[in-house]
């Protein structure tokens, strides 16, 4: 999930750093030009439609993790109960069950790299999502409120900003009233 965030921040922060060179000198003669930030991360951790993707992700995992964890227990069992019974079984049965063992234990592996495969891409594709609303929401906003550049805060550079350039709480509030596409 953070390898594709940070992607994104990696190109806004790039594309705000040519930007803002190029127009930094015109910026300086213009006191009318308004600059703001937005920490990404945290409009979508506290954002109503992004803990409800969270909680959504969350329960999806828990319920698969559950499976998982019934399919661990199935095999410490048979792996006890062939400890059990080893002296009383023949060589060729002993071999059958421990095979089957094996491949319990490599199906269990398949199915947890399958799972934590189709959980990252899904967190993912949740990301993206909240982000296309929420990228429309700061356009709006940037827009109807005059500003020049507003940029992310995250992990794009920004090592201070004024509070009053700090956007986040009117984009979050925003994001959060605005009447969702969906």
Same mark, same amino acid.
């Given at each position: 999930? $953070?390898?594709?965030?940070?992607?994104?921040? !990696?190109?806004?922060? !790039?594309?705000?750093?040519?930007?803002?060179?190029?127009?930094?000198?015109? !910026?300086?003669?213009?006191?009318?030009?308004?600059?703001?930030?937005?920490?990404?991360? /945290?409009?979508?951790?506290?954002?109503?439609?992004?803990?409800?993707?969270?909680?959504?992700?969350?329960?999806?995992?828990?319920?698969?993790?559950?499976?998982?964890?019934?399919?661990?227990?199935?095999?410490?069992?048979?792996?006890?109960?062939?400890?059990?019974?080893?002296?009383?079984?023949?060589? *060729? *049965?002993?071999?059958?069950?421990?095979?089957?063992?094996?491949?319990?234990?490599?199906?269990?592996?398949?199915?947890?790299?399958?799972?934590?495969?189709?959980?990252?891409?899904?967190?993912?594709? $949740?990301?993206?999502?909240?982000?296309?609303?929420?990228? /429309?929401?700061?356009?709006?906003?940037?827009?109807?409120?005059?500003?020049?550049?507003?940029?992310?805060?995250?992990?794009?550079?920004?090592?201070?900003?004024?509070?009053?350039?700090?956007?986040?709480?009117?984009?979050?509030?925003?994001?959060?009233?605005?009447?969702?596409?969906?």
């Amino acid at each position: 999930m $953070m390898g594709m965030v940070y992607s994104w921040r !990696w190109r806004l922060f !790039w594309g705000a750093a040519v930007a803002v060179s190029i127009a930094s000198v015109s !910026w300086a003669a213009d006191p009318s030009v308004r600059l703001g930030f937005v920490d990404l991360q /945290t409009v979508i951790t506290q954002s109503k439609e992004g803990q409800a993707a969270m909680n959504t992700v969350k329960a999806e995992a828990t319920e698969k993790q559950k499976e998982i964890s019934a399919k661990e227990a199935d095999i410490k069992q048979m792996d006890a109960d062939l400890q059990k019974q080893a002296s009383a079984l023949s060589e *060729a *049965a002993r071999k059958d069950k421990e095979e089957e063992i094996r491949r319990k234990l490599r199906d269990l592996k398949r199915v947890t790299e399958d799972f934590n495969r189709d959980l990252a891409k899904r967190e993912g594709e $949740m990301v993206n999502d909240l982000l296309k609303d929420l990228t /429309t929401v700061i356009r709006d906003y940037g827009k109807e409120k005059g500003f020049s550049l507003i940029i992310e805060k995250g992990q794009s550079g920004v090592i201070y900003g004024n509070d009053s350039a700090d956007l986040t709480k009117e984009i979050l509030e925003r994001y959060n009233t605005r009447r969702s596409k969906k």
